[in-house]
C-alpha cells in the first residue's frame, strides 16, 4: 500500500502515524517543503522516500510530488496530512488521482460552516441561526432577526481566528471599517459550553473509537480576556453527544477518517447545538491526550484500521485526561519546577507551545490525568493559581 502524508512533520507528534504505519508494512511516502535534513531521524527512518517541494501552496509541485511517487511505486492509496490547512489540498489530490477519502465535491460541505449548517439540519440537530451576509445592510437585516449579541466568523476558518462577538451597533460599524478579505457569516449568539464529539470512522462508516472534550470556555472568550486554557477527555461521554455525533457522522457520510464535532451545550436549557465539524484529529496534544486517557496508541490503532480495516483493541476509558495551558504573562503560584514535582504520579507531559499557538495554548501546556474527578478539578485549581487571586 502507498500512503502520501503531506507535511509530517508538522505538527511534530504527527511522525507518529508514519512510525505505525510504516511498522504497518505500509510504504509512506513524504511531501513537504523543509530540507530532508532538516526532518527528525524517526521520521527519516521510516518515510520510504522524501519529496521537498519550494511550497505545499504550489499546487503543481505537489503535483509532480504525486506523480514521481506514482511513476516509482505504483497507484496511491491513500492521501493524508491530518491538518486543517492542507484539507482542501488533500481533497484535490485525491480527487485528480483517483485515491479513496474526502474529494473536491465532499470537501465543500467540510470546511463552509454556511453547509455544514445545512447537513446538520437535515441530520435534525438543532443549529443557530446564521446566513453568508456580503455587505453592511445585509449584515443590518439579520441583526434585526436575530438581535444584538451575534458573532461574525469567516465561513471557511478555523478556531476563533478573525472571529468577532458583535453587541452593538457602534461594534457592527467597526468591524465594517476594518479590511476583510473573508466570506463571512453572522450567527445569533449562544451562550453555551463548548463539548465535542470525536473518533476514528472504518471504511464503512462505523465509529470505531470516540471520545469527548469539555472546555473551560470558548476561544473567544478566553483570546478576550487573555485568560488561560484548559479542557480534559472525561471517562464516560454523555449520551445525547454520542446520538449526536453519530447522527452528524452518518449525514456527513464519513468513511475511514479521524472526525472532530463542536457542540455549544446551552446552559438555559442543556440542550446541544451543532456548531461545526473538522473532518481531521483535533489539534494540539489531543491525539496523545486520547492515549493516556485509555491506554491505548491510537497512531497505531490507525495504521491498523489501514493496514488490516480493523481496530483491534478494546476501550475501557480508565482516566480522565486534561491539558493545562499556563500563559507567561501570568503570575502563578506555583512554578513549573514545582507543578511537575507536585504532581510528577499524575504528569504525562510537559511541552513548550510555538509561539503562533500560545495566544490561544499558552507559553506551558501541562497534560495529567486522574483516575477521579475530584481529583482532576484539584490539580487544575493548583496548576492555575495566582499570587493575589
Given amino acids: 500500500m502507498n500512503f502520501i502524508f503531506i507535511s509530517p512533520h508538522f505538527p511534530p507528534n504527527f511522525e507518529n502515524f508514519v512510525i505505525k504505519l510504516n511498522r504497518r508494512g505500509i510504504r509512506v511516502l513524504g511531501i513537504a517543503d ?31 510530488a504525486c506523480g514521481y511517487f506514482t511513476h516509482k511505486y505504483g497507484k496511491i492509496d491513500r492521501i493524508e496530512s491530518f491538518n486543517e490547512h492542507w484539507l482542501e489540498l488533500d481533497a484535490a489530490l485525491r480527487t485528480d488521482f483517483n485515491v479513496f477519502g474526502l474529494n473536491n465535491e465532499d470537501i465543500k460541505s467540510v470546511k463552509r460552516k454556511s453547509k455544514m ?39 471557511i476558518g478555523v478556531g476563533a481566528g ?4 458583535i453587541s452593538s451597533d457602534d461594534d457592527l460599524k467597526d468591524f465594517f471599517n476594518k479590511n476583510h478579505d473573508d466570506e463571512f457569516i453572522m450567527e445569533e449568539f449562544i451562550d453555551g459550553d463548548i463539548v465535542t464529539y470525536d473518533g476514528l470512522i472504518d471504511k464503512d462508516g462505523n465509529t470505531v473509537f470516540n471520545s469527548t472534550l469539555i472546555y473551560n ?109 499556563r500563559k507567561s504573562i501570568r503570575d502563578f503560584t506555583y512554578s513549573i519546577d514545582e507543578i511537575k514535582e507536585k504532581y ?20 506551558i501546556g501541562i497534560i495529567f490525568r486522574t483516575k477521579e474527578q475530584e481529583d482532576l478539578e484539584k490539580i487544575i485549581s493548583n496548576m492555575l493559581e495566582e499570587r493575589g487571586v
Wanted: negative net charge.
Fill in 162 to 165: 478573525n472571529t468577532y462577538k
Fill in 344 to 363: 510528577k504520579e499524575e504528569i504525562m507531559l510537559v511541552d513548550s507551545i510555538p509561539g503562533i499557538f500560545a495566544a490561544v495554548m499558552g507559553d
Fill in 217 to 325: 470556555m470558548a476561544v473567544l472568550d478566553l483570546l478576550r480576556n487573555n485568560e488561560n486554557i484548559y479542557y480534559y477527555i472525561p471517562r464516560e461521554i454523555p449520551e445525547d453527544i454520542v446520538e449526536a455525533g453519530e447522527k452528524i457522522v452518518k449525514a456527513f457520510n464519513l468513511r475511514e477518517i479521524f472526525f472532530h464535532i463542536e457542540f455549544f451545550r446551552e446552559k438555559k436549557t442543556d440542550k446541544l447545538i451543532a456548531l461545526e465539524i473538522n473532518c481531521r484529529v483535533p489539534g494540539g496534544r489531543t491525539t496523545d491526550m486520547f492515549n493516556y486517557a485509555n491506554d491505548i496508541d491510537i497512531y497505531d490503532l490507525y495504521a491498523n484500521l489501514i493496514s488490516e480495516d480493523c481496530i483491534e483493541t478494546e476501550i475501557t476509558r480508565p482516566y480522565y485526561c486534561c491539558y493545562v495551558g
Fill in 34 to 64: 523543509v530540507n530532508y535534513y532538516e526532518l527528525s531521524d524517526a521520521l527519516r527512518e521510516n518515510l520510504t522516500e522524501y519529496y521537498k517541494v519550494d511550497s505545499l501552496e504550489n499546487y503543481s509541485e505537489v503535483v509532480r
Fill in 117 to 155: 449548517k445545512e447537513v446538520f439540519k437535515k441530520a435534525g440537530m438543532n443549529v443557530a441561526r446564521g446566513k453568508v451576509f456580503k455587505d453592511e445592510k445585509e449584515a443590518k437585516k439579520l441583526v434585526k432577526e436575530y438581535g444584538y449579541p451575534v458573532c461574525i466568523k469567516p465561513d
